[in-house]
């Protein structure tokens, strides 16, 4: 089984290979985790500080549309800072290869660049973080609207992930 999630999909894929390492046994270790433009921070999509942080000037995720998407994940949102939530400071080591995908043009491109090079130091943990130059975030999903190449850049370094696992 792979799991493949995009943006808040990927924070799910980390939610379940989290969930999985602590319940070892509970299912077989999956073939992989392939994670796109990975929503890895909702305590960071608050109201407050996303318009300071890079890229926000040319994004189109903007502060009241993250707000409102984080709200909507945790209507409670003084309950963001457990690790299933919020994963960037709470690396773990999971059986499973990781495949994680950045646009460096991302407002929060550089919680991806934290969370992927603390998971890449965990002992056993397989990880490939790729950036791809002036991509925005979900550009899996927005591809076809933005008229970029990159999403099918990013698919072809995806398989040949997959095809090295073999």
Same mark, same amino acid.
């Given at each position: 089984?792979?799991?493949? =999630?995009?943006?808040?999909?990927?924070?799910? =894929?980390?939610?379940?290979?989290?969930?999985?390492?602590?319940?070892?046994?509970?299912?077989?270790?999956?073939s992989a985790a392939l994670l796109w433009s990975l929503?890895?921070?909702?305590?960071?999509?608050?109201?407050?500080?996303?318009?300071?942080r890079n890229h926000y000037n040319i994004a189109y995720l903007t502060s009241p549309f993250t707000w409102w998407?984080?709200?909507?994940?945790?209507?409670d949102?003084?309950?963001?800072?457990?690790?299933?939530?919020?994963?960037?400071q709470k690396p773990f080591t999971t059986d499973t290869p990781l495949w994680i995908s950045a646009g460096n043009a991302e407002v929060l491109q550089d919680d991806k660049v934290k969370f992927a090079n603390?998971?890449?130091k965990m002992k056993g943990n397989k990880l490939d973080f790729h950036e791809e130059p002036f991509v925005p975030h979900g550009i899996v999903l927005?591809?076809?609207?933005?008229?970029?190449?990159e999403a099918e850049n990013m698919a072809k370094k995806a398989n040949k992930f997959m095809k090295?696992?073999?």
């Open positions: 089984m792979i799991v493949s =999630g995009d943006s808040t999909g990927g924070n799910l =894929g980390i939610t379940l290979l989290r969930y999985l390492s602590e319940h070892r046994g509970l299912l077989p270790p999956l929503g890895i921070d909702v305590c960071d999509c608050q109201e407050y500080g996303l318009a300071e998407g984080a709200v909507g994940f945790v209507p949102l003084t309950k963001t800072t457990g690790e299933y939530i919020s994963s960037p603390s998971m890449s927005v591809d076809n609207i933005l008229g970029f190449e090295s696992l073999q």
